[in-house]
């Protein structure tokens, strides 16, 4: 039954249809997991699931559960939860004992359930995890312990969260057509607008009955008029795989504010950003013409691992950008330099390059990547950050974007580095892009914001007015 507290208390619990999908898929998976945007009941899923294993219809004698929570906070809840559910409903034979902390529950049938805030490494048939998508590369620890708890009884790990920035969930969606995983995501397109009520929707399958809707326009509305807070509301409520409480550049709205179905000339000058990338990095050009606004970006990959492979892996359409001429790829698994840049230069011909920028901590590489390419443009260093270049370089960024400045065809690309960006301030509150901690490859945003800073000073020159004079 509906605990006290609750508009519908007395009522008998319905779980809805998605979570019992979920659970069941749970039971016949050696791994699942269940991502979705907050507020869709996933802890009261488990809570419902641990009784029913204890006390309920699934019980089995001498079953063992745990569930491994972010915090201690976290943890107390879900015990708490258990214990009005279970009195709501009258379950009998159940004992909820306090330590050790945060606690464990007791089943009539020798059944036992432990409510962690760390890992565990006893016997489990379930071990459960809430909001793994919060938990970062300093668990894996506790995350590994609570995987290898259920060796010794051919048992289950279940994970219930948001996608959240850490790397677990990210590893688990690209194991998900691997026989003993299953995977239930749902999630709004990483471009959707913040009012896109099919998207709120595609995050929520609970919208309505569960979370009110009433809350998500309320929401949406406050947050395009707070653009601090839009990466928490993509995080928390359209599960974008952000920090909760990060600081985008921008919106991703804002650009696209900037899109035009016909891109102005190739009038005057143009201005170079360029972020040579690794391995795992994205290399990308972008060029800003002043004079008229345009904006164009090229950013490439290797071809191994394959787009398709690399998309899975960064939660990025590098497939599409790649059909929409976005994206090139050269073979192998580094991007040979000399010869993207060879080839921008092919893409320029017959622009005047007035000035181009790369990250310095690249310069002597920079410097022979061009020489082999052949691109004599005239070539400076900035630093990429909230340092001195970095911030001046950020906000000017901002600003163009803001005033719609720049004019640049759809760009999916540039669209999602923006909404993977994470802006890191210094003591003064300089902005600066965080490439470190941003949630996926934002090659192309670095260059961007390079490209803009040189740009910058050549926007919105009036030609000085020409004086004659005439003797009297």
Not at 74 to 84: G, T, V
Not at 186 to 207: F, I, M, T, V
Not at 307 to 333: F, H, I, K, Q
């Amino acid at each position: 039954m509906i605990p006290p507290g609750h508009p519908s208390a007395g009522a008998p619990f319905v779980l809805p249809a998605f979570l019992v999908d979920f659970l069941r898929d749970a039971m016949e998976h050696r791994e699942s997991l269940l991502c979705i945007a907050r507020k869709n009941a996933k802890s009261c899923g488990v809570a419902i699931y641990a009784l029913a294993r204890l006390a309920g219809p699934l019980a089995v004698p001498g079953w063992r559960g745990g569930c491994l929570s972010i915090s201690k906070p976290k943890a107390a809840e879900l015990k708490m939860q258990m214990e009005q559910i279970a009195e709501a409903s009258g379950l009998e034979g159940l004992r909820f004992m306090a330590s050790p902390v945060p606690g464990h529950v007791l089943g009539k049938h020798g059944g036992r359930f432990d409510i962690l805030a760390e890992g565990h490494a006893s016997g489990l048939d379930d071990a459960i995890i809430d909001e793994l998508g919060l938990l970062e590369e300093r668990d894996r620890e506790n995350v590994n312990s609570m995987r290898t708890s259920i060796s010794a009884r051919d048992g289950r790990f279940i994970a219930l969260t948001i996608h959240g920035h850490g790397p677990f969930v990210g590893e688990m969606l690209a194991r998900r057509d691997a026989p003993a995983v299953s995977v239930h995501h749902y999630y709004a397109p990483a471009d959707c607008k913040l009012d896109d009520e099919s998207a709120w929707r595609a995050a929520n399958p609970g919208l309505g009955t569960i979370k009110s809707l009433a809350y998500m326009r309320d929401e949406a509305a406050r947050v395009a008029l707070v653009a601090t807070d839009e990466a928490s509301f993509r995080a928390l409520d359209l599960n974008a795989p952000y920090e909760p409480g990060t600081e985008m550049i921008c919106s991703p709205d804002d650009l696209r504010a900037c899109f035009v179905d016909e891109l102005p000339p190739r009038s005057g000058p143009a201005y170079l950003g360029l972020d040579a990338g690794e391995a795992t990095s994205a290399t990308s050009c972008c060029a800003i013409f002043p004079a008229t606004g345009r904006l164009e970006t090229w950013t490439a990959f290797g071809d191994k691992p394959s787009l398709r492979e690399r998309g899975r892996r960064d939660n990025a359409a590098y497939v599409r950008m790649s059909e929409r001429g976005e994206l090139w790829t050269y073979p192998g698994r580094v991007v040979p330099v000399p010869r993207f840049l060879s080839d921008v230069k092919d893409e320029l011909a017959g622009v005047r390059i007035a000035g181009a920028a790369a990250d310095g901590w690249k310069d002597s590489e920079v410097k022979d990547w061009l020489d082999r390419s052949g691109a004599a443009w005239p070539i400076t260093f900035r630093r990429v950050g909230a340092g001195k270049d970095g911030g001046a370089d950020t906000r000017r960024f901002q600003r163009h974007v803001i005033l719609r400045d720049l004019k640049l065809l759809p760009n999916l690309s540039l669209v999602d580095a923006i909404s993977k960006s994470v802006i890191h301030r210094d003591q003064n509150g300089n902005p600066g892009l965080d490439k470190r901690q941003s949630n996926g490859r934002i090659d192309v945003l670095s260059a961007a914001i390079i490209a803009a800073g040189l740009a910058s000073p050549h926007f919105h020159k009036k030609a000085k007015p020409r004086f004659r004079y005439m003797s009297t």
